[in-house]
């Protein structure tokens, strides 16, 4: 049992640092004037097929998918999540990859509001105060920005991206369940893919030579393998062994993280105060997936960037359904309360 725990637990700081990396190649990429449409059809489109391939090793047969989620799924990854994706990496042109991680780390507490709003659960005082402590924790992020100044149009960006991403997983919560988290990142990364393709071909933005730079490819190999495919695969085989609390819970070290691969490959810096703003907020946001409070969608890791990426399937499925664990997928056990994670949302 002991190593379960210590297995699993190594898993979910994996998937968390594979996430992490996300935020790093996208400034990388960037730089490169690759742009960030070209950059995301690429990263989403490589991501499917090897979601696909691995969904196929599992035995996992794609026309036996229920129809309804699985248009669902195709529908939020052309739609929202694509969107939500560019917005991120947007971002990323204007802000510091360290200070965007930190923000997108609100989105539980905004999933918290709009599930609230929509009265599929009542807030409690632990939650209240745990948004107002998230977002007080923010602020102070936001008090002085990477070097002394903040730009405005990053932190719109951000935000925005933060907002989207929230309602995504609100909206996920449709077919969790019904979906293996492999099938859901392959349908969801179709879905992007193409989205993204389709929309950088009518405005211009698609510049499909820019990926023969050695350079550019790298970064969009290491983006849907690491930080897309193994990132989502991994969380889900640590979250068979250590559940879905557990797992939410460490998942939280991701802005760490990303805080310290921006460091050394960016050469950005949190001030003291900043830093502790950033403790401030991942403490709101343990306060808000603290035991007893189920979130009104799945795990969700997949997405791209940030605790966020970032960049996961809302599904919950046994443990056999990953590439780390046993046969081919078997009908899951009655899930306990599910947890949000924080997991990239680009």
Request: with cysteine; glycine share 10%; net charge neutral.
């Amino acid at each position: 049992m002991l190593g379960m725990h210590v297995r699993g637990t190594a898993l979910v700081v994996a998937s968390a640092a594979s996430f992490a990396l996300m935020s790093i190649l996208a400034k990388d990429a960037s730089a490169l004037d690759a742009g960030v449409t070209t950059i995301l059809a690429g990263r989403f489109l490589l991501a499917a097929a090897l979601f696909t391939a691995l969904a196929g090793w599992r035995g996992i047969r794609l026309r036996a998918l229920p129809v309804r989620p699985a248009l669902i799924a195709l529908a939020l990854g052309g739609g929202i999540y694509a969107t939500e994706s560019a917005v991120y990496f947007s971002a990323l042109t204007h802000i510091d990859a360290s200070i965007a991680s930190l923000v997108l780390c609100l989105y539980p507490a905004v999933v918290l509001v709009l599930a609230v709003g929509l009265r599929r659960e009542r807030a409690g005082v632990r939650q209240v105060s745990a948004l107002v402590l998230a977002l007080a924790g923010a602020l102070v992020v936001l008090s002085a920005g990477a070097g002394g100044q903040l730009d405005a149009t990053g932190l719109l960006l951000t935000l925005s991206s933060t907002l989207l991403y929230a309602v995504y997983v609100t909206c996920a919560d449709t077919v969790s369940g019904a979906l293996d988290p492999l099938a859901f990142g392959g349908l969801l990364s179709v879905g992007a893919g193409s989205a993204l393709l389709l929309s950088g071909t009518v405005t211009g933005r698609l510049h499909p030579a820019a990926l023969a730079d050695p350079a550019v490819a790298t970064d969009v190999v290491l983006m849907a393998g690491v930080s897309t495919v193994l990132a989502v695969t991994a969380f889900f085989a640590g979250m068979r062994r250590i559940g879905a609390t557990g797992a939410s819970t460490i998942a939280s070290v991701e802005p760490v993280f990303t805080v310290a691969l921006a460091a050394v490959f960016l050469g950005e810096t949190l001030s003291p105060v900043q830093a502790l703003g950033g403790l401030v907020v991942l403490a709101g946001i343990l306060l808000v997936q603290a035991p007893g409070h189920a979130s009104p969608g799945g795990p969700v890791a997949l997405g791209g960037s940030s605790p966020a990426a970032r960049n996961a399937p809302p599904a919950v499925t046994s443990p056999d359904s990953l590439p780390w664990d046993g046969p081919p997928a078997r009908p899951a056990p009655a899930a306990p309360a599910r947890a949000l994670t924080l997991e990239p949302a680009c």
